[in-house]
């Protein structure tokens, strides 16, 4: 098993680019996330996705757009990138299991992330 | 709303015991995380542990919960060069997602 994969792993754009970043997982996991990390501010929930064919908004969804066409893989896209969102971004997929709510246990499993610096 | 939260930083010699501290708000977490992020990696499960226990331990890590102060405490013995990294706290908010706190960077002397 690959796990979740990322790509690509390092990316320049210049501001009003757009991209889109791809993030794949074999585990056959309902849910999937993408963060941000940025130095002091720890992760920030952009978008995640509770199943093939939805898509939700997390903490800081502003700038960024989301599918899940299939089940394996979560697209990210950036449609007019800025230098803001220069930052680390992670994917992450789960199962979570047990009651629904706070109750369940929900652990997260990460990909190795992408470096996108916007000039 | 909800939110979690430790220090940034902690340096610690070779050998001795590591704590990291989180503190977090909602009190209906069930479970409560510790994740390790390595460098230039994504994060990794290091422990967990379950709302209606006070400890646990696993080797060389032991995780303290105060759910009346909604405190939790990572404690890491021996401390090792390859313990260097952050460390996260984090707590399920609802059955989607969980809320991490900013990472703690532990790096280790000789």
């Known amino acids: 098993n690959a796990g979740v994969t990322q790509t690509p792993k390092f990316r320049v754009l210049k501001t009003g680019q757009s991209m889109t970043l791809l993030c794949a997982q074999d585990m056959n996991h309902e849910y999937m996330y993408w963060y941000r990390q940025d130095p002091g501010m720890g992760l920030r929930l952009i978008h995640y996705s509770v199943g093939e064919g939805t898509t939700a908004k997390g903490e800081v969804p502003d700038g960024y757009n989301v599918s899940r066409l299939k089940k394996q893989n979560f697209l990210l896209g950036l449609e007019s990138a800025a230098p803001s969102q220069t930052s680390v971004y992670f994917c992450a997929s789960s199962y979570p299991t047990g009651l629904a709510g706070p109750s369940s246990y929900n652990e997260q499993f990460f990909g190795p992330g992408t470096r996108l610096t916007v000039l | 709303g909800e939110d979690v939260e430790q220090s940034l930083f902690l340096s610690v010699r070779e050998g001795d015991s590591s704590v990291i501290n989180c503190t977090y708000t909602?009190?209906?977490?069930?479970?409560l995380y510790w994740y390790k992020q390595e460098p230039g990696a994504g994060l990794q499960l290091l422990t967990y542990?379950?709302?209606?226990?006070d400890m646990k331990q696993d080797q060389r890590l032991t995780v303290l919960l105060n759910k009346k102060d909604k405190h939790l405490s990572l404690r890491i013995a021996d401390t090792q060069t390859g313990d260097s990294a952050i460390y996260f706290c984090?707590?399920?908010?609802?059955?989607?997602?969980?809320?991490f706190g900013s990472g703690t960077r532990l790096s280790i002397r000789p």
């Open positions: 542990i379950f709302s209606n226990m």
């Open positions: 909602d009190s209906s977490s069930t479970y």
């Open positions: 984090a707590e399920s908010s609802s059955a989607s997602k969980i809320i």
